[in-house]
T-cell receptor
């Protein structure tokens, strides 16, 4: 297992376009988390899944954001009608229950 | 006031110095995490602890649950230790099992 994998590493998009990010967690991990991190700040929680069920969503996750984890394996995070304020690093992490977290390298989104 | 506060925000040290980064939190927790983030964004989990002390190589993490305080120590610091160190807590309250609450991070620069 090569850890948590996120794709793409970087994404530049025009305002108003839709983008989708992918996260492949560690295969034995049942929990998957999405975080957003802006420059100079710590990560902020967006949402998490236990297996395929999305159990919690932050107020930060507006209706332009949607996340899925079909079959409890990889997850996708989609942002519709991107805005400049969406520019950030999007981090994925996985864990087995409430054990240690393993983070991916993140997807850096720039909205121009 | 943030639920997780770190100090200092920035730290510059000479190679070989002993370094301490502090973390205070205001919520009940089930665990505290120390994370390392290098430029480029990827996060590495250093420690997860709920009591006492853990050591890994030159890194030592301690936690005092009663005082709601944790410290990360680096002995014999080296330029490759330069990174942002982030403290994060897993809240103990049942309504938010997926949410890590992060500090803003401490940016460490070790000069040769």
């Amino acid at each position: 297992d090569t850890g948590v994998s996120q794709n793409p590493r970087h994404k530049i998009t025009k305002r108003g376009q839709n983008v989708t990010f992918r996260c492949d967690p560690i295969s034995e991990h049942n929990r998957l988390y999405w975080y957003r991190q802006t420059l100079g700040q710590g990560p902020e929680f967006l949402t998490y899944f236990q297996n395929e069920a999305q159990l919690e969503k932050s107020r930060l996750l507006s209706d332009r954001f949607s996340a899925e984890r079909p079959k409890g394996s990889f997850s996708t995070l989609e942002i519709q009608r991107t805005e400049q304020g969406d520019s950030a690093m999007y981090l994925c992490a996985s864990s087995f229950n409430r054990g240690g977290y393993t983070f991916g390298s993140g997807t850096r989104l720039t909205v121009v | 006031k943030n639920e997780v506060e770190q100090s200092p925000q920035n730290l510059t040290a000479q190679e070989g110095e002993f370094i301490t980064i502090n973390c205070s939190y205001s919520v009940g927790i089930s665990a505290l995490h120390w994370l390392q983030q290098h430029p480029g964004g990827g996060i590495v989990s250093l420690f997860m602890l709920s009591s006492g002390k853990k050591k890994h190589g030159r890194l030592i993490a301690t936690i005092n649950i009663q005082e709601k305080h944790s410290s990360l120590h680096i002995t014999a610091s080296h330029p490759r230790d330069s990174a942002v160190y982030i403290c994060a807590v897993s809240p103990a309250y049942g309504g938010s099992q997926g949410n890590l609450i992060f500090g803003k991070g401490t940016k460490l620069s070790v000069k040769p």
